[in-house]
Each structure stands twice: as structure tokens, then as C-alpha cells.
């Protein structure tokens, strides 16, 4: 005899639905407010005379055990052993998603406020999307150049903005963080082409872990490992926020979201982002925020709710 819509049983099996859609909901909104404080935590370093290279060594070196746990986790889950080919675009990935696109906006948030960079950064779904239309020939409808031009209207008026203040400053930082987010846009389209053979959590720890690698690596090569050692205690506990609550919370709190509640409805969710880092940005930075600025969030936030929703009907 089936349930039919009054019963218990039905009734249990809805609350059940919408306690795992509330509780991905609320995964997506941490991972994005802590992955949002990342900039936050970087520019607080920045005033204790710390450099990007050793920031970024000391953050991955924080974050290097966890990935690890993760890739053993998700390795036992999973019989199948990845390929040589696989192992390198595995390799590829995390050079470009995890080290390259953060050593760069590192160096970028040397020259330009939190917010600013915040908003390049959310230009990246904005770059798969261009992407895609280079490497797989698609043409973009109206609503993908529309979101491309609110999109980039937005980042051009906060670019303004700031510009004004110190442009020289502006212009290095901006470009070196739209690198970055130019470089994770090519992780998030890579990715996309090899996530089903090897599994989320799978790609993520090891691409993850492989960055780690990189991140200490560079800093090694270049340093004495003693340097690491002598930076003043605040630099320390912000590298410990920073390689748990803004990277390991972030990757794990996100992918059981999207896991709950689909990456469109993520996507959503994301946007509280930026919206976070501004808040942080002034009440811990004393960073301005004018008119520009919240003009300038406010169409970031409408372009990237666009390609969203025309991702979402392309699908």
C-alpha cells in the first residue's frame, strides 16, 4: 500500500527535503561569507611587513594536511586509480585553480582594496563563459551579453573609484588579480571536462594538495625555510583563520551545498560574497565605500546572476 500525500510517512519525507535544502542553503552561504574573508585576512597580514610569497606559504602549509585527509577519503571511497593522463591534468589544474590564480590575487591585494578585488574576482563565471565560447565555439545569446556588459560596467565603476585615489597602484593591483581570476576561470572550465571521471572531492583535494606543494615549493626555492619562522604572532594566527575558516570551510562547506541544492541555487547563494567582503572591508579595514563602489557591486551581482540563470535554461 503506498503513502499517499497526508500520510505520516509523507509528511516526514517532506520535512526531511526541506531540512537538507535549508541546511545546503546555509553550507553555500558560509562557504561564500568565509571564502569571502580571505582578502580581509590578507590585507590585516599585509600591515605585520609579510610578503604574498610567504603569506601564501604559510597558508597552504596550514591548509596542505586537510587536503590530504580529504584526497585518502575520498581515495578509499573510490576503487578506480587515475590514469597518467589524468594525474596531469589533475596537476594542471591545481597549478592553475589553486596556486597560480592565488599567488596572483596575493600580489594583487597588495595594491587595491578588499572590495575592488572581490569584484574582479567575481568576473570568473563571467571568463568560463567566454571561455567556453572561444574553445567550443558557442555564440552568446543576448542575456550572456548583457551580463557581460553589466557585469564589466560594474567592476569598470568601482575600478573608477579607486583609481582615482591612486591610479598607478589601481591599475597594477587590478590586473594582477583579474589574472588570478583569469587563471581560476581556466581551472573552472578545466575542471568541468574531467569532475565526472574523477569525482568533486576527489579533483578538489588532490588538485588542492598538488597547489600546497607548489605554494611551499616556490617559497623554498627561493628562501632560507628559517624565514618562515620570523614573522611577528599576528601573521601567524591570521595564516591559521585563513588556511581553515577561508580555504578547507569554504571547499567543503560549498561542494555539500551544490550537493544539496544544485550549483544553480549555490551560484545564488554566492552572492553574499562580496556583499560580506564590503562589510568586512569597512568595519575591520576602514576602507571608503562611496556611491561608485555600491553601484558598481550592485551590477557585478546582476551579471552574474544572469549567466547564472542562462546556464542554468542552457542546460
Keep these: 500500500m503506498s503513502a499517499g500525500p497526508d500520510s505520516p510517512l509523507a509528511a516526514r519525507a517532506a520535512t526531511a527535503s526541506r531540512r537538507l535544502a535549508l541546511s545546503g542553503l546555509a553550507l553555500a552561504a558560509i562557504g561564500a561569507v568565509a571564502a569571502s574573508g580571505k582578502a580581509i585576512i590578507v590585507k590585516l597580514a599585509y600591515r605585520h611587513g609579510i610578503d604574498a610569497m610567504s603569506l601564501l606559504a604559510l597558508r597552504m602549509l596550514v591548509a596542505f594536511p586537510f587536503f590530504v585527509a580529504m584526497g585518502l577519503w575520498a581515495a578509499r571511497r573510490s576503487s578506480r586509480t587515475l590514469s597518467l593522463r589524468e594525474w596531469l591534468q589533475v596537476a594542471g589544474l591545481g597549478f592553475t ?177 562580496p556583499v560580506s567582503t564590503i562589510v568586512l572591508s569597512v568595519w575591520l579595514l576602514a576602507e571608503p565605500m562611496g556611491l561608485w563602489q555600491s553601484a558598481g557591486t550592485a551590477l557585478v551581482l546582476a551579471g552574474v546572476l544572469l549567466v547564472g540563470r542562462s546556464a542554468g535554461r542552457g542546460r
Design 97 to 273: 585553480g589553486y596556486y597560480l590564480s592565488s599567488y596572483l590575487d596575493f600580489l594583487g591585494l597588495a595594491y587595491i582594496s578588499a572590495t575592488l578585488e572581490r569584484l574582479i574576482l567575481y568576473l570568473s563565471p563571467t571568463l568560463v563563459m567566454l571561455i567556453a565560447l572561444v574553445v567550443l565555439g558557442q555564440r552568446p545569446s543576448r542575456q550572456q551579453l548583457l551580463a557581460l556588459a553589466v557585469s564589466y560596467g560594474g567592476v569598470l565603476l568601482a575600478f573608477g573609484h579607486d583609481i582615482a585615489f591612486d591610479g598607478r597602484r589601481t591599475l597594477i593591483g587590478s590586473a594582477l588579480v583579474f589574472a588570478g581570476a583569469l587563471s581560476y576561470a581556466i581551472y573552472l572550465f578545466g575542471s568541468g571536462q574531467v569532475v565526472a571521471r574523477i569525482g568533486a572531492l576527489r579533483l578538489t583535494a588532490y588538485a588542492s594538495g598538488i597547489a600546497s606543494v607548489l605554494c611551499v615549493g616556490q617559497y623554498l626555492l627561493t628562501r632560507p625555510a628559517s624565514g618562515l619562522l620570523a614573522f611577528p604572532a599576528p601573521v601567524y594566527w591570521l595564516s591559521l583563520l585563513n588556511g581553515t575558516l577561508c580555504t578547507v570551510l569554504p571547499v567543503l562547506a560549498i561542494m555539500i551545498g551544490v550537493k544539496r541544492i544544485g550549483p544553480a541555487l549555490a551560484a545564488q547563494v554566492s552572492m553574499l560574497g
